[in-house]
């Protein structure tokens, strides 16, 4: 079955730091592009940052919001996704949620309806 799996949420305070995981199952080229996507209660799904398929580089690309402060990673041997997320903030506090499409990032990278596989989400809570 096709799966990907988050984990690593948690409550932190504003400053603090967490890293997310996702992974991937054994059915899920993890080499294709993937991406992170958070939704905060009452608001519409917004995303993170993508990281390209490897065979175009693997190019990161950054929301604003989290440009400067949060890095995505793979390491594909692990079938894994990360998402590095330091000096966070309240703002950031959201579900947040890993997917991938079947080949190169869709551009606008944002366009949610590309992307194939979902995970469930994993909860950030960051406090004042």
């Known amino acids: 079955q096709a799966q990907l799996v988050e984990s690593g949420g948690g409550s932190v305070e504003t400053g603090g730091s967490l890293k997310l995981s996702c992974v991937a199952s054994?059915?899920?080229?993890?080499?294709?592009?993937m991406a992170w996507f958070r939704q905060a209660p009452g608001k519409e799904r917004e995303w993170v940052a993508t990281i390209e398929a490897d065979e175009f580089d693997g190019k990161t690309t950054y929301a604003d919001s989290g440009k400067g402060r949060f890095t995505i990673s793979r390491d594909n041997f692990e079938r894994t996704l990360y998402l590095q997320m330091n000096s966070l903030k309240p703002e950031d506090t959201a579900m947040y949620y890993c997917a991938q499409d079947r080949g190169r990032c869709p551009y606008p990278p944002w366009a949610m309806n590309a992307y194939v596989y979902w995970g469930q989400g994993t909860q950030v809570t960051v406090s004042s």
């Open positions: 054994e059915y899920i080229y993890t080499r294709n592009c």
